[in-house]
T-cell receptor, first 112, second 113 residues
Framework: ETGVTQSPTHLIKTRGQQVTLRCSSQ?????VSWYQQALGQGPQFIFQ???????GRGNFPPRFSGLQFPNYSSELNVNALELDDSALYLC???????????FGPGTRLTVL | GESVGLHLPTLSVQEGDNSIINCAYS??????FIWYKQESGKGPQFIID?????DKRQGQRVTVLLNKTVKHLSLQIAATQPGDSAVYFC????????????FGGGTRLMVKP
């Protein structure tokens, strides 16, 4: 186990709703990255947070937003949910400037 | 658990044989590459990494080879075991700064007892 935890494990929402997913980093890690993994595909980078600031963003619309807290835990918020948002959402923590990332088990989001 | 990689290419090997999983990466400026293993219902697990100033790196039962000329990465698993059955992803760091990874599409490894 990596020490990275995510909640909830599974979530079902309907189109148009909003969702918040949570991640607790491995102890001592100050960087959190979020990824979306559609079924049968590799993870796609959403964004990264370092010291509570967004530190890079992938090709995702503004309705995907995030937060990082002083204890380095993080949230991913998605507004106006669409059917294509159904996926496994992964967070990964790391030390800044070190590439090795440790992934949590993910949250499976289903949008109906 | 959930199923990862329903439509991924599949490599089927006999227990005890060696496995070779291949990956083509996209960005010639990437200088860091990682292989991850993902079992059903779990997040990706780090296996081995390599930097672009190396051609080969060995770990315990695993070897990663990097060919920058053709932008190709491979993962070799020696004496494959049933516990190696999983989906394997290669990832690259295209920004050469920070930890933003671009993942490949993945390969499912099935080990026959």
């Amino acid at each position: 186990e990596t020490g990275v935890t995510q909640s909830p494990t599974h979530l079902i929402k309907t189109r148009g709703q909003q969702v918040t997913l949570r991640c607790s980093s491995q102890s001592g890690h100050n960087t959190v990255s979020w990824y979306q993994q559609a079924l049968g595909q590799g993870p796609q980078f959403i964004f990264q947070y370092y010291r509570e600031e967004e530190n890079g963003r992938g090709n995702f619309p503004p309705r995907f937003s995030g937060l990082q807290f002083p204890n380095y835990s993080s949230e991913l918020n998605v507004n106006a949910l669409e059917l294509d948002d159904s996926a496994l959402y992964l967070c990964a923590s790391s030390f800044a400037n070190r590439e090795e990332q440790f992934f949590g088990p993910g949250t499976r989001l289903t949008v109906l | 658990g959930e199923s990862v990689g329903l439509h991924l290419p599949t490599l089927s090997v006999q227990e005890g044989d060696n496995s070779i999983i291949n990956c083509a990466y996209s960005n010639s400026a990437s200088d860091y590459f990682i292989w991850y293993k993902q079992e059903s219902g779990k997040g990706p697990q780090f296996i081995i990494d390599i930097r672009s100033n190396m051609d080969k790196r060995q770990g315990q039962r695993v070897t990663v080879l990097l060919n920058k000329t053709v932008k190709h990465l491979s993962l070799q698993i020696a004496a494959t075991q049933p516990g190696d059955s999983a989906v394997y992803f290669c990832a690259e760091n295209p920004n050469n700064a920070g930890n933003m990874l671009t993942f490949g599409g993945g390969t499912r490894l099935m080990v026959k007892p």
